[in-house]
């Protein structure tokens, strides 16, 4: 078994955080030149897409206007929609009210059948054509039934 060493491998040296900076200010210059050089050659190209994307921002932005527009007005929940049922809601609160008003009524006109004397007697009288004595009870004959209409088996 070899238990040699082989050649070192290339050992490197990390400068110091000083001539790390001072070779970045000794290359600034340059630097500044070629992103200078850099920028001149790109700034055609760069102008004319930011022209490109101000358009596309615009279309974008008035396209949005337009789809949120219609959205509101027409939308599942938009404006017509909206009209429509708070007048639907307008219309069943009538209805609500003068269903009430008619269920009061019948309310009433049941507790005075349960405990008024003279509403029983009143309906008795209608109804069952009830009479006290001496008194004489005159009652309409019903109207005729309407003739019925002829077919045409009765025309031959």
């Known amino acids: ?15 110091s955080p000083e001539e790390r900076l001072r070779t970045l200010v000794e290359r600034a210059p340059q630097a ?10 790109l700034r055609p190209t760069l102008a004319m897409l ?11 932005v008035a396209a949005f206007s337009i789809w949120l527009f219609i959205h ?13 049922k708070k007048a639907e809601y307008v219309g069943l609160q009538t209805e609500i009210r003068s269903l009430q008003q008619e269920n009061d009524r019948h309310t009433d006109q049941v507790k005075s059948l349960q405990t ?32 019925k209409p002829a077919t045409d088996s009765a025309r031959k």
Request: net charge positive.
């Open 32 to 41: 500044e030149a070629w992103a200078d050089r850099v920028m001149a050659k």
């Open 50 to 60: 930011h022209g490109i994307w101000r358009r596309l921002a615009t279309a974008a």
């Open 116 to 147: 008024d004397p003279k509403t029983i007697e009143k309906e008795a009288r209608e109804q069952l054509h009830y009479a006290r004595p001496g008194e004489v009870v005159y009652v309409s004959p019903p109207p005729p039934a309407p003739p």
């Open 72 to 84: 509101v007005m027409f939308g599942a929940n938009g404006m017509v929609v909206y009209r429509q």
């Open 1 to 15: 078994m070899d238990l040699r060493v082989g050649p070192l491998s290339r050992v490197r040296i990390i400068p």
